[in-house]
């Protein structure tokens, strides 16, 4: 006789949490009656919630303390906002001081998000990028275990985190990818996706598919007690090499595939299988037919008489002055064509991540090397075979990198010179200790371009616009970036599109000085909220972080 099965899928995100952790433990941090909620909504016309779409509650998983986190679907199809992304992100910082001091703290967190909120932009790319950065320092002390039961799924930037994930378990129902289908429908057409196809979605991106291409670690039904079982076996059994470290494996297996016919979602599973007979292949130089795009002038200008390595040539990567330099520039014979036009794509994410591990492993126990990141990516790659295979696991592995070197001790700067947008930014730029960007109305950062954050949003680009100057995060200009405290020099007086010598020069004394910096401050993304500008307008990202503190 069947017993019937205690659905997680079913349960709001309270009652999720509620089930998962043992019998009695359940405690609410930042409850709905402490009344915190998005201040950027109501003044768009959106009624926010109390808990602002996200529960963390401190309890215990298998007699230990833990902090399980759950983000609900229901309320913006889980967008992370400013208020939401702190909770997440204070949780597991908090989580982090516990560990350090020697009290092990469990963390979990329940994926049901389709990403940044789009009606606050920038407050929830930012929250993104300092939830991976606690996910990666917290992964150094205890597993942190991901849990995407089903309905909206993981998706966008919380999709990246999910890959820097010690392990993650999901149901046949669950869906993973970068982007969403109907995103990647309006950005690259229905030739390429066609959202309302479901079974060809969820045979791309649908949990069974997932722990067969190895992107996922546990594959189980909705059921509550399994799902639980399966949480306290992580625990109890331990973790192997997170998946955003294995960067060699990934590289040669995506340098293995060809996609010059579409592959189906069975033969991708046959080319994963097979893969571990490939040996490391050698890296030559796909061709050297660059497009010059304004970040590849100003990575050849300030990488001038450095010698360049020429393995793949939409990234590209030079040491000078002691210095390593990283840029993704357009690439017209790119394997992955979604990904031609400089845009971060699955090789560019592993392929960064190669060249930031590269000095990471060569400094250990000696000064460690400055990374510089010049910015200038219009968004990353929107594609059929791109969330096949996992571009959310590809730029997983980039921000890993690039976090895992801030804090080993290596000074990353950012330089942004044009377009900073949405999982491109993320995957390289947003896990800097500095970020420096040029004073030019060609220097963009957001989340998503205006005609789809339009039809997402369901407004015209004129109500998009409009909203704007309600909340500044929306605005796609680096001007209003900057009132949010996170870009540390807004420089003024340069040529952005054809620097002279002096303007390098200008440049390079700008690096230099934000490396000395870094020098001597710590290697956590704390000093964001400490600014001016982030005191002021991140206000809830430090009030709740305050809160959660007194609460904890």
């Given at each position: 006789m069947n017993m019937l099965k205690d659905s997680l899928v079913e349960k709001y995100a309270r009652d999720r949490v509620r089930a998962l952790l043992d019998e009695g433990t359940f405690k609410e941090l930042i409850n709905p009656f402490d009344g915190v909620e998005s201040p950027h909504l109501r003044d768009q016309g959106i009624v926010p919630q109390s808990d602002d779409g996200v529960v963390v509650a401190k309890g215990k998983i298998d007699g230990v303390q833990a902090v399980m986190i759950a983000i609900e679907g229901n309320f913006q199809g889980g967008g992370i906002g400013e208020v939401s992304g702190a909770k997440?992100?204070?949780?597991?910082?908090?989580?982090?001081?516990?560990?350090?001091?020697?009290h092990m703290t469990r963390a979990a967190l329940i994926f049901d998000t389709g990403g940044v909120r789009l009606q606050e932009a920038n407050y929830g790319l930012?929250?993104?990028?300092?939830?991976?950065?606690?996910i990666v320092a917290l992964r150094q002390y205890v597993p942190v275990v991901g849990v995407v039961p089903g309905k909206v799924g993981s998706f966008?930037?919380?999709?990246?985190?999910?890959?820097?994930?010690?392990?993650?378990?999901?149901?046949?129902e669950g869906r993973i990818g970068l982007n969403g289908p109907e995103v990647v429908e309006l950005e690259a057409g229905i030739e390429e996706v066609d959202s309302k196809d479901r079974q060809g979605i969820w045979g791309m991106i649908g949990g069974e598919q997932r722990l067969a291409m190895g992107l996922i670690d546990h594959l189980v039904d909705d059921d509550v007690d399994q799902i639980k079982e399966c949480i306290h076996g992580v625990y109890k059994n331990g973790v192997g090499q997170p998946r955003s470290t294995q960067v060699e494996r990934y590289l040669s297996f995506l340098q293995s595939v060809s996609v010059e016919e579409k592959v189906s979602p069975i033969q991708a599973r046959k080319l994963w299988e097979n893969s571990s007979n490939i040996e490391d292949l050698s890296e030559s130089s796909v061709g050297s037919n660059q497009l010059l795009t304004r970040g590849a002038r100003w990575f050849k200008q300030l990488t001038e008489g450095a010698e360049e390595k020429n393995e793949l040539s939409s990234v590209l990567c030079a040491d000078k002055g002691g210095i390593r330099y990283l840029c993704v520039t357009a690439n017209p014979q790119a394997s992955f064509y979604r990904a031609k036009d400089g845009e971060v794509g699955l090789v560019e994410g592993w392929k960064l991540a190669k060249y930031i591990r590269e000095v990471i492993e060569a400094d250990n126990g000696r000064e460690k090397r400055p990374i510089v990141a010049i910015v200038d990516v219009p968004s990353q790659a929107y594609g059929y075979h791109e969330e096949l295979f996992g571009i959310h696991q590809a730029l997983a592995a980039s921000v890993d990198a690039y976090a895992t070197a801030r804090q080993a001790g290596h000074p990353v700067i950012s330089l942004v010179v044009g377009?900073?947008?949405?999982?491109?930014?993320?995957?390289?730029?947003?896990?800097?200790?500095?970020?420096?960007?040029?004073?030019?109305?060609?220097?963009?950062?957001?989340?998503?371009?205006?005609?789809?954050?339009?039809?997402?949003?369901?407004?015209?680009i004129q109500e998009l616009e409009e909203a704007t100057g309600k909340v500044?995060?929306?605005?796609y200009d680096v001007r209003s970036f900057s009132t949010l405290g996170t870009l540390d020099d807004l420089i003024e007086g340069v040529n952005g599109e054809a620097p002279t010598f002096e303007d390098v020069q200008f440049i390079h004394s700008k690096i230099s000085n934000a490396i000395n910096e870094v020098r001597y401050s710590t290697p956590d993304l704390s000093h964001r909220l400490k600014s001016d500008f982030g005191t002021k307008n991140r206000a809830f990202s430090v009030k709740v972080r305050e809160l959660l503190r007194e609460q904890w």
């Open positions: 997440i992100a204070g949780a597991l910082e908090l989580a982090l001081e516990e560990n350090k001091k020697g930012l929250s993104i990028s300092e939830i991976g950065s606690a966008g930037g919380m999709s990246i985190n999910s890959g820097l994930l010690s392990s993650i378990i999901a149901t046949k377009k900073a947008i949405s999982g491109a930014f993320l995957a390289h730029g947003l896990q800097s200790n500095r970020i420096l960007a040029l004073d030019d109305d060609a220097v963009n950062v957001h989340v998503m371009s205006k005609q789809s954050a339009a039809k997402i949003t369901r407004r015209t500044p995060a929306m605005a």
